[in-house]
C-alpha cells in the first residue's frame, strides 16, 4: 500500500519550490518525463471495472515500463480522520511489450499523459517521493512530442511513500510532518480534495529565491 497526498502551484514558483525541496531533502532531484497510459478492462474480464496504468520512463536511454495497479482506499472511521490517503497500490517492472498484452488481454485505451517535471526521494522516517510536474494530453495517440498542458500555468505536486499494515500510521504521520514544511507554498490534501493555490505562495516564493534554500531535514 502507499500515503499519498497532492496539490497544486503555478508555474512561477516552481523553482521556489524546488530550492525548499533541494534543502529539506539534501539530495539532487531527477528529472521526470514519464508517459502515462490508463487502460480499463472489457466487458470479458468481469463485471467490476479493473484499471491498469502503464508508466514509461522516457528519460532513460531505453525507455523502461511499469504497471501500476491502483486499489481501494482505507475506510472507517480511522481514516476519515487522517489528511493522507492510505491506498493499496502493486507495481512491478515489465518488458516494452506490455501494452500489447494487456491489449489482448482485452483491456482498452481510456486515456493517456505526458507528465514532465521532476522527482525528489530520500528517507526521512519512511521512504518518500515528492513529484512536481506539468501534465500534458496527447492531441493524437502515444504523439508525446505533440503534447500539450492540460492546464496551463500550473503543475501538480505529489508525495507518496510505501507502506504497510503495520506500519502507516508511522508512515502517515511522516508524510504529514513533511508537508507542514510546503505550507506556505501550497496545501497537500487527499487525491480528489481541491484545495487550490494557497494565497501566501507569492511572498514565501520571494522569501526562498532571496536566501536560496531551507533547512535539510
Same mark, same amino acid.
Given at each position: ?28 532531484? #531527477?528529472? /521526470? $518525463? +514519464? ?12 463485471? =467490476? %471495472? ?61 486515456? #493517456?499523459? /505526458? $507528465? +514532465? ?12 517521493? =515528492? %513529484? ?65 493555490? +494557497? ?19
Amino acid at each position: 500500500m502507499e500515503c499519498v497526498v497532492q496539490g497544486i502551484i503555478e508555474t512561477q514558483y516552481v523553482e521556489a519550490l524546488e530550492i525548499l525541496l533541494q534543502g529539506l531533502c539534501g539530495v539532487n532531484r #531527477e528529472r /521526470l $518525463r +514519464v508517459h502515462e497510459i490508463c487502460l480499463k478492462s472489457g466487458p470479458n474480464l468481469g463485471f =467490476v %471495472t479493473s484499471e491498469v496504468r502503464l508508466l514509461c520512463d522516457l528519460e532513460q536511454s531505453e525507455p523502461t515500463w511499469t504497471v501500476k495497479h491502483v486499489g481501494g482506499a482505507m475506510r472507517g472511521a480511522g481514516a476519515e480522520q487522517i489528511s493522507v490517503l492510505v491506498r493499496s497500490m502493486v507495481e512491478s517492472k515489465a518488458s516494452k511489450n506490455v501494452l500489447r498484452l494487456f491489449y489482448s488481454l482485452g483491456y482498452k485505451l481510456d486515456h #493517456e499523459l /505526458l $507528465r +514532465v517535471g521532476f522527482t525528489f526521494h530520500f528517507k526521512r522516517a519512511a521512504q518518500i517521493t =515528492v %513529484t512536481v510536474s506539468s501534465v500534458n494530453k496527447m492531441l493524437k495517440l502515444h504523439a508525446t512530442d505533440e503534447a500539450v498542458p492540460v492546464t496551463p500555468g500550473i503543475q501538480m505536486v505529489e508525495v507518496t511513500a510505501p507502506a504497510t499494515s503495520e506500519n502507516y500510521n508511522e508512515v502517515v504521520a511522516s508524510v504529514s510532518s513533511f508537508c507542514e514544511y510546503l505550507a506556505p507554498l501550497l496545501h497537500l490534501s487527499k487525491p480528489g480534495v481541491s484545495t487550490g493555490v +494557497v494565497p501566501t505562495a507569492a511572498a514565501a516564493a520571494a522569501s526562498l529565491m532571496s536566501d536560496g534554500g531551507g533547512t535539510t531535514l
